[in-house]
């Protein structure tokens, strides 16, 4: 196994295991036991594959079909994860393209001499529109 799939494997295992972590420390929250064995058997999984990849002396000899699939789990999770914060990004770039730097330039561009004016149009399209319950 070359260089590259050794770091990319590695990070995997590293994002995984911080996971784990994760659904370890939520389950632990909630008093899950079933949810609390699953996070630390995944995040024992991940460490062990982990310290494999760190090793200088790592041979991919020494990966098991199990370890692959352990491999494949945690590239399903990492690509969901950069997909849920791709959409997250483009949301606020779009809002920000769309919504906040039109109003901006608004403002920047309003009458030098009318401050009154400029503290009312700011409020204007900065305003949060509540909903009514009628």
Request: hydrophobic residues 45%; without cysteine; glycine residues 2%.
């Given at each position: 196994m070359n260089k590259k799939y050794i770091d990319l494997f590695h990070l995997i295992c590293q994002s995984s295991e911080a996971l784990a972590e994760q659904a370890l420390d939520e389950n632990t929250k909630k008093n899950d036991e079933a949810g609390i064995r699953a996070a630390t058997i995944m995040h024992d999984?991940?460490?062990?594959?982990?310290?494999?990849?760190?090793?200088?002396?790592?041979?991919?000899?020494?990966?098991?079909?199990?370890?692959?699939?352990?491999?494949?789990?945690?590239?399903?999770?990492?690509?969901?994860?950069?997909?849920?914060?791709?959409e997250r990004d483009k949301k606020a770039l779009n809002g920000y393209q769309i919504d906040v730097l039109p109003k901006l330039d608004q403002l920047i561009n309003f009458d030098d001499k009318d401050e009154e004016g400029l503290k009312k149009l700011a409020s204007q399209l900065f305003a949060i529109e509540e909903k009514s319950d009628t």
């Open positions: 999984d991940f460490m062990r594959l982990s310290d494999l990849f760190a090793n200088p002396d790592f041979s991919s000899d020494s990966l098991t079909r199990a370890d692959y699939a352990k491999l494949m789990v945690g590239t399903y999770f990492a690509v969901t994860q950069i997909n849920s914060r791709i």
